[in-house]
């Protein structure tokens, strides 16, 4: 199962390799490239954990404002158009 999992494994890093040709570099080139790689796709997972929900929350709000409790802050959507007096 092990031994399985390793060649499964390699073939899609050899598929990576082909896919962006990083193949013909040499060691530390495929090293430095596969850094950035990696820091890019960190950076990208972060961000969708700690942003992501927040801002999935306020296009709820914004698309379907759920019903306020009474005593609390009524919502406004931001886009609400409202009429100005010329006086």
Do not use: H
Request: charged share 15%.
């Amino acid at each position: 199962m092990l031994k399985f999992l390793k060649n499964i494994l390699l073939s899609l890093y050899m598929q990576y390799e082909l896919v962006t040709c990083i193949y013909m570099f040499e060691p530390w080139e495929k090293k430095l490239i596969n850094s950035f790689v990696i820091l890019t796709l960190g950076l990208v997972l972060f961000s969708s954990f700690v942003y992501l929900p927040s801002y999935f929350e306020t296009f709820l709000q914004f698309v379907s404002p759920l019903p306020q409790k009474e005593g609390s802050a009524s919502y406004t959507p931001i886009l609400q158009t409202q009429k100005m007096s010329m006086s």
